[in-house]
Structure formats: C-alpha cells, structure tokens
C-alpha cells in the first residue's frame, strides 16, 4: 500500500492551491481518507477527514477554506484550500485507514509567506 502526495508549492497568503493523493496497491475502496499536516516544531494535525462521502473538518484555523473531496471511483482524494495563510506553512500528510490502522504517505510541504 502506498499512499502519494502532490501539489505542494511555496504561496503568498491569499492564494489557492489543491492538494492530490493517489492510492496504489489497494484493490478495493478505502471507507476512510484524511489530510493531516505538521508544522514546524509542532504535532501532526488531522485537517480534515473523508469518509463514505461524508466529511468533517477538524482543525478549526481552516474552517471555511479548506474542501477535502474524493475521486468516487479510485482511492483519490484532494484538498482545496483557499485564502491561504502564513500558518498553513507545513507538511500535509495524507492517511488512509487500511486493515484498522492509519497508512501514511510521505508528505508534500506547503510554505505560505509574504
């Protein structure tokens, strides 16, 4: 199982950017995916989760920017995220739970400055 992240870039606050995650070697449809990034210094925090459709919002400094959706026939989610802000600046990790534990990918960084 593999878990592939794209899209990270470097963004003034304000922009835009989408965030790809690409599932390889899984034959079946995963019920559960997420997004979950990592500052600098700081833990890892879920952003946002994507399960069965139905999605919640977890880390509440991205309210009302960010959307998590999924490709419905392939194990593919993204991320939107606008009005970009300088503490976005992290790692985003995607996850998936497989075999009742999360698998990670390797992470694609944004950096967000002005």
């Known amino acids: 199982v593999q878990l592939v992240e794209s899209g990270g870039t470097v963004a003034r606050p304000g922009g835009s950017l989408r965030l790809s995650c690409h599932t390889y070697g899984i034959v079946g449809r995963l019920k559960t995916m997420a997004w979950v990034r990592q500052a600098p210094g700081d833990q890892r925090e879920l952003v946002e989760q994507i399960s069965d459709g139905d999605s919640t919002i977890y880390e509440e400094s991205v309210k009302g920017r960010v959307t998590i959706s999924r490709d419905g026939t392939q194990n593919t989610i993204y991320l939107e995220m606008n009005n970009l802000k300088v503490e976005d600046t992290a790692v985003y990790f995607c996850?998936?739970?497989?075999?009742?534990?999360?698998?990670w990918g390797q992470g694609t960084q944004i950096i967000v400055w002005s």
């Open positions: 996850a998936a739970m497989w075999g009742g534990q999360w698998t």
